[in-house]
Structures are given as C-alpha cells and as structure tokens.
C-alpha cells in the first residue's frame, strides 16, 4: 500500500532567500507527502553535509531515489532511512547532502501518514500520542551568526513555563516578542529583525537582559503565568581555541563557566543552549554539575503543568549535533542535562528519533528545534508531539516559524 512508486525533488526558496531542497514521496495507493530541509547558519562542525541544493538534488536522483522508488515502503520509516543512508554509503551524508536525506526522510514520512489517514504525529509516535505538548522557545532578541553588528549571544528566549495550553504560550511569545520592540522603542534604540525573526538591536548583551527581562516580566502580568527567559550562547562562534571573545571582554573556559553559572542566578535562566565550544564535554560537564544536576522529567506538558525540574537545562546544540555518539559521551561524562535535536543535522527522522530514546532513557531532555534557514515545513511540530519533548524552539513570529507555532495549535486543539 504505502510503496513508493515516486519521488520527486525540487530547489525551492528558504527564509533567507537561499536555495533548499524540497522532495515529494508518492506511494502506490495514492498516499502523498511534501518534506523540505532546512539549513543552519551557526553550524556545529561535527554536523551532518549539506550541499548545495542543486548538487544534493543530483546526487541524490543518481544513488538514492532508484533504491526507494518501487522498493520501500514510505509506511516503514527505518527501511527508507536505512537505504538513504546505504544509498549514501558516507558517516555524514557527503554523497547526497543531508538537506536531500532530510527532505526525502520527512516526505516519506508524510506519505505514509497519509496512507494511514492519520496526524503525522501520531504516525510517528504512536496511537496514544497527543496529549503531551512542547513549551515553545521564543527567540525575541538575537545576534551572533543570525545578525550583524547586534548582541553576541546569538539567541535570547521567552520560555513560557506556567502556560497552561500550547496556544497561551505561543501567543505569550509573541506578545514578548512586541513588549521587546516597545521596550527598545522606549530606549531611543532602533532595530531591524534577524534570521530567525528576532529583534536583532546594535545592544551589548548586558542590555538585552534588561530588554528582555522587562519585557518578560510585563507580558507575565497581563498573561498571569511564569514567562522564564533562555539562552542560546551558541559560544562556538565565540571561542578562538584559547578564549571566548565577546564585543566587550574575553574569557577563559573557566571564566566563561562562571560567567554563564552568574547569568543562570541573576536572570533564573531556565534553558542555556551550548554555553561552551562544541569539543569542550568537561566545560560542559562542570557547569551542568554546577547548575543542572537535579533529576529532570522528560516528558512533556499535560495541560497546565510545569515542564520543568527546578534545575536549568543545559542542552547541547554544536556539542551533540543530533548524534547518537556524541550524545552517548556527553551521558557518560555528565556533559549537559539536554539535547537539541535538528533532524537536518544528522540527516533522517529514524536518527532523529534515536537520538531523542537515548536522551529520555538517560534523563537528557529532548528539544526539538528550527534551524535558522527555514520552509514552510511543519515536520518538526509533529516530531515533539510525537515524542513528547518537553520543548521545541521555533521562533516566536515570522511565516516560517509561525508555520509551526500554528500547527501546534492545531493539533492541540484536535488531538
Ligand atoms: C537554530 C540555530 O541556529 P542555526 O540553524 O543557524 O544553527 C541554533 O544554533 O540553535
Ligand atoms: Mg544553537
């Protein structure tokens, strides 16, 4: 039924303008799925290849699509994930790109949930699945990699802890994500938006904890919930191999260690996304022992209920980058409390979800995130419901981001 009699891939446009790779699976019962990659502009050096579309779309026609097309069926993810990564033959997807993996990874997995006639979350997770929903990380001030002459921490993030519904909190989001543009507007500094939709003013970082702050705690007034603030330092960018070097100061490793453990005590940070250079597990290690070590639920939200621990999750990005080994040694060395899981960084949905059974089995809480080059794709909102990730950074405004926010919304509301 769910055999793949077809599978077509296309350049099409992301939210930068760059060209993406986007595949559409047919099966031979009439089931249909449209999956597009995404593309990271902070990348972690240890992710999976992305080549450029048109390469990616090449190579991939070449060595994967006659593998599939009347051979797998889109209903058996692990069988289309194996073979793309057969077809591959590479660790990191360097023959087809893991922007055409991805993409013909999440259109299978559409088509099959097609077939089935059911929600793709619950295609992927499961008939007693959706009743457990992500909080959204909303970006609302941002720099680094995502926008010139702004903050160096790339990312500042409401995090909606109290919400008692997947609709409060993304509306919360973007209601802070306004209170921030007054705030700034109020403090005579202008700014333009970043990749990913975020404010992205020509501030220090110390200024946008007070932005954000403020904002933060004038939108947890009118909602009448907690509103935590997050981080993603994405300090890989930052660091030079001796120090981190900030527009405004340079640290150590322990410096910056000190630096981000005074951050979590003074802004009761609830999340810091790769607060140290991606190879530095022990810098990750001591500040997680610092700040992290209490015993973290990593299961969702039900209705109404706190996420989260009391400890801050110290997740990593450019330290795991989705992958199973990495993420093994960070378990066996304490580094890090969480782990960010971007399915364009490892190539299929079958390694995504890997990722995330290892992490649940070892207490590591799974976030399951955009990348700051986006589509219209809203596989990454069904990846969280499916696996009950307690949260899911996707941007607070902007089409691509609210692509997903959206979606969540609905299946919500129909779940
Ligand atoms: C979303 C992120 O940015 P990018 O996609 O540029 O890696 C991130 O670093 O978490
Ligand atoms: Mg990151």
Request: aromatic content about 6%; glycine content about 10%; hydrophobic content about 40%.
């Amino acid at each position: 039924m769910t055999l793949i009699t077809e599978i077509r891939l296309r350049r099409i446009l992301d939210s930068r303008g760059n060209p993406t790779v986007e595949a559409e699976v047919r099966t031979e019962s009439g089931g249909f799925g449209r999956g597009a990659a995404p593309s990271g502009a902070s990348t972690g050096e240890y992710e999976a290849i992305e080549l450029p579309a048109e390469e990616a779309i090449a190579r991939a026609r070449e060595l994967a699509v006659p593998r599939l097309e009347g051979q797998v069926y889109a209903g058996d993810q692990r069988s289309v994930d194996r073979v793309l990564r057969e077809a591959d033959g590479t660790e990191n997807f360097g023959e087809i790109g893991a922007n055409s993996a991805v993409a013909i990874s999440m259109a299978a997995a559409k088509a099959g949930a097609d077939m089935l006639g059911a929600p793709l979350y619950q295609h992927l997770g499961g008939a007693f699945r959706g009743n457990e929903f992500p909080t959204p990380l909303g970006n609302v001030i941002g720099g680094g990699e995502h926008a010139a002459d702004a903050t160096d921490i790339q990312e500042f993030l409401a995090a909606p802890v109290g919400a008692p519904s997947v609709a409060d909190a993304v509306f919360a989001n973007a209601a802070v994500h306004g209170e921030v543009s007054d705030v700034l507007a109020d403090r005579g500094v202008p700014a333009a938006k970043g990749d990913e939709g975020a404010w992205a003013p020509a501030i220090d970082d110390a200024e946008a904890f007070e932005v954000v702050a403020e904002a933060v705690s004038t939108v947890e007034d009118e909602v009448g919930f907690e509103i935590g603030i997050g981080l993603d330092v994405a300090a890989s960018e930052l660091f030079d191999g001796d120090a981190y070097r900030y527009a405004d100061a340079e640290r150590t490793p322990d410096e910056q260690i000190d630096y981000v453990a005074d951050l979590i005590d003074e802004y009761d940070l609830v999340y810091v996304e790769d607060p140290l250079d991606e190879d530095d597990f022990d810098g990750f290690a001591a500040l997680t022992d610092r700040v992290g070590s209490e015993a973290h639920s990593a299961s969702g939200r039900s209705s109404g209920q706190r996420p989260r621990g009391d400890r801050t999750l110290i997740c990593g990005d450019d330290l795991f980058v989705t992958n199973v080994e990495r993420l093994a040694t960070g378990i066996e060395r304490g580094a890090a409390n969480s782990v960010l899981v971007k399915p364009n960084q490892i190539g299929t949905l079958t390694d995504a979800f890997d990722a995330i059974e290892l992490a649940v089995e070892n207490g590591y809480a799974p976030v399951i995130s955009h990348r700051s080059g986006e589509t219209e794709d809203t596989t990454i909102a069904h990846l969280a419901v499916a696996t009950a990730a307690p949260y899911i950074k996707t941007g607070a405004v902007g089409g691509e981001r609210t692509a997903k926010l959206n979606e969540l919304i609905r299946i919500e509301e129909n779940a």
